[in-house]
């Protein structure tokens, strides 16, 4: 897994990952992000593989993560 540099990540982050996707689970994923200090949102794309197509969701979704996780983020 390339997640080496998790624990160094300061700042919020939204991460966008497929339920489908051969390079690593949800769980895996969860389990990973769970070094970071900084905030962090999993949005789960049902049915995506890596690349995301295949899955249902909202771009608007994504856009409203990544304001609200930025708007509750004080350095």
């Known amino acids: 897994m390339r997640t080496e540099h998790f ?4 700042v ?3 991460f966008v ?7 690593g689970s949800i769980r895996e994923l969860e389990e990973a992000i769970s070094v970071i ?3 962090v ?3 789960r794309i049902d049915g995506a ?5 295949r899955g249902l ?4 979704g ?3 993560a990544l304001a609200a996780i930025s708007m509750n983020h004080q350095d």
């Open 7 to 10: 624990p160094r990540i300061r």
């Open 12 to 14: 919020p982050v939204v």
């Open 17 to 23: 990952h497929g339920t489908a996707d051969p390079f």
């Open 37 to 39: 200090s900084a905030p």
């Open 41 to 43: 949102k999993l949005l």
């Open 49 to 53: 593989g890596h690349d995301l197509k």
């Open 57 to 60: 969701f909202d771009l608007g």
């Open 62 to 64: 994504v856009v409203d």
